[in-house]
């Protein structure tokens, strides 16, 4: 029963067999034909017999095993690794389909490949997944057909594999490496101007050429008889927390993932960032309630305790109270800090109603507004109309570009600052923006 359970027989068989049914039909007509026909079904099923002594005579010919990340990365491409072993005695075809995960909708999963006797071979495939959560894998199915090619033999590994996709971190190398230099590539290099030093004193030391010459120490150069300057270095331990906003205004989607996906993937971003700078990462979330809190620190795994808690966190579709946030920052948050503040305001009427609790965060905190520029609205701006409908779909898109501007324009009024941004370009915005304040020393 097991045999029959993992034979099947492939498309050749029933080719041969149409080719069989032909022959005979013929022989009605011409019964010379009757025995070339009983011949030919006569080579078939002894063809489909050695095909599959072929195959099933060895116990476990094929090895195969599926290597996973260790976890997925939200909107990346995560590449996952086959290795396929062949212990028959003669070169065989292998049918690969792999159960992937459903949120993937892939129905057309198959990988062909050759593999010589006694040889492995590795190969992988790239899945881009475009929500958080766990991903559940099947059976890693390889079917194996001999060189006669009439029937295959199904091998299944590796049943019911389970993987956790966290925020986007694949890219965080690249983004420290950028940070350190305090350049982004962004439609060209952008250097970010320092425009001054903060006051943290580091040492005294011999002047070289380039130094700034408003640091020249005069007694240390007095006592030395030669040019001494102070050095500084960007101050440390400064705290920044990231609040993200989870209510229904952030499920708005663009390239697959929702602007609460790409406040996450940039959350994560930052946070590295800003622990490389030896600063002090927190965040939390909220939306009725402040949520996930994680407290502000740079010790090592203070980047596993931010994933962990972004991991499986979902919009529920409320309207965020602004009032409660306000009143958890001022309990908890008793420290002057960097606050960025992921949301989506729409409009300038939307931004006044929680103006007064935005102002009242600003009084004890440098806070940073991050809102979206909506892409396909933006597309329309610009465009040539050819009829009523496009003049009409423009002049809208131009009124919502105005409205943002405002809303800029009334946050800056009060002291805040704002960061308006396309999703795609938000990690490289945020980071930005960070190193800017650590370089002007405002926080």
């Not at 993200?244 to 989607?253: A, E, Y």
């Not at 809102?371 to 701006?381: D, G, T």
Request: with cysteine; aromatic share 12%; net charge positive.
């Amino acid at each position: 029963m097991r045999l029959f359970r993992n034979l099947y027989l492939n498309n050749s068989v029933f080719y041969s067999a149409f080719a069989v049914a032909i022959v005979y039909i013929l022989a009605f007509f011409f019964p010379i034909l009757m025995n070339l026909a009983f011949g030919m079904l006569m080579v078939l099923l002894l063809l489909i017999f050695v095909d599959i002594l072929l195959l099933f005579i060895t116990k476990e010919p094929i090895k195969t095993q599926r290597i996973l990340p260790e976890k997925f990365s939200n909107g990346d491409e995560n590449f996952v690794k086959i290795d396929i072993k062949n212990l028959y005695g003669f070169n065989v075809k292998t049918k690969i389909i792999d159960e992937i995960p459903f949120q993937f909708q892939k129905r057309d999963f198959l990988i062909e490949k050759s593999i010589e006797s006694k040889k492995n071979i590795s190969f992988q495939y790239h899945l881009e997944p475009k929500e958080r959560g766990e991903y559940n894998f099947g059976a890693l199915n390889v079917f194996a057909i001999s060189p006669i090619g009439l029937v295959s033999r199904k091998f299944a590994f590796q049943k019911d594999t389970h993987l956790a996709c966290y925020p986007s971190f694949l890219h965080l190398r690249k983004y420290e490496l950028m940070a350190l230099n305090n350049e982004f590539m962004m439609g060209g290099i952008k250097k970010i101007r320092r425009l001054g030093h903060t006051m943290e004193f580091e040492q005294i030391k011999e002047y070289v050429p380039g130094d700034d010459i408003r640091t020249i120490n005069w007694k240390a150069t007095s006592k030395r008889n030669q040019l001494m300057v102070n050095q500084y270095q960007e101050e440390k331990s400064q705290r920044i927390f990231l609040l993200i906003d989870k209510g229904r205004t952030m499920q708005m989607p663009f390239k697959g993932l929702s602007l609460l996906d790409y406040s996450i993937n940039a959350a994560m971003a930052l946070s590295h960032i800003i622990l490389k700078k030896s600063d002090r990462a927190g965040m939390m979330t909220f939306s009725k309630k402040t949520e996930n809190k994680v407290p502000a620190d740079n010790k090592s795994g203070q980047l596993k305790k931010i994933a962990d808690a972004l991991y499986n966190i979902n919009t529920n579709f409320y309207e965020s109270d602004f009032s409660r946030l306000y009143q958890d920052v001022k309990f908890s948050i008793n420290q002057r800090s960097l606050i960025l503040l992921f949301t989506n305001f729409e409009s300038l009427d939307a931004v006044n109603r929680q103006m007064k609790y935005l102002r009242g965060i600003a009084k004890n905190h440098l806070l940073v507004i991050v809102f979206f520029k909506n892409s396909e609205v933006a597309e329309l701006i610009g465009k040539n109309p050819y009829n009523m409908q496009e003049v009409y779909d423009e002049i809208i898109a131009e009124k919502f570009e105005i409205e943002k501007k405002l809303i800029i324009q009334e946050l800056r009024k009060h002291g805040i600052y704002s960061i308006y941004t396309l999703p795609e370009n938000l990690n490289i915005e945020v980071i930005n923006k960070y190193l800017e304040i650590k370089a002007r020393g405002i926080l």
